[in-house]
């Protein structure tokens, strides 16, 4: 059993930056692999990025690469994600998840999942 806390949300000007992080316990957090996910009102929840346990390597949505940046601290259990040039349509709640299988964009696969926090970007 994993539990994940998402914080860092809030609000933003449209071109600004927020750094969103999720903390784990529980079972050994360096194990699984860990995932961002979005949800907008009336939207379907929607991958944004993804890390592997051992780091090496990451998955973004077309829409965030080159803007967003995934990290994890096995050493403190945290996943961080670093989110630059924000964009209105960057609003939504973020949503941490963890499972130990390999990562994927497919949210059924992850066992774990935070409450999420809320960002919103204005323009």
């Known amino acids: 059993q994993v539990q994940l806390v998402e914080s860092g949300g809030g609000l933003v000007q449209a071109g600004g930056s927020l750094r969103l992080s999720c903390a784990a316990s529980g079972r050994t957090f360096s194990l699984y692999a860990m995932a961002w996910f979005r949800q907008a009102p009336g939207k379907e929840r929607e991958f944004v990025a993804a890390?592997?346990?051992?780091?090496?390597?990451?998955d973004y949505a077309d829409s965030v690469k080159g803007r967003f940046t995934i990290s994890r601290d096995n050493a403190n259990n945290t996943v961080s994600l670093q989110m630059t040039s924000l964009k209105p349509e960057d609003t939504a709640r973020y949503y941490c998840?963890?499972?130990?299988?390999?990562?994927?964009?497919?949210?059924?696969?992850?066992?774990?999942w935070g409450q999420g926090t809320q960002v919103t970007v204005s323009s």
């Open positions: 998840a963890a499972d130990t299988n390999s990562y994927t964009r497919r949210p059924g696969m992850y066992a774990y």
């Open positions: 890390i592997s346990w051992r780091r090496s390597s990451t």
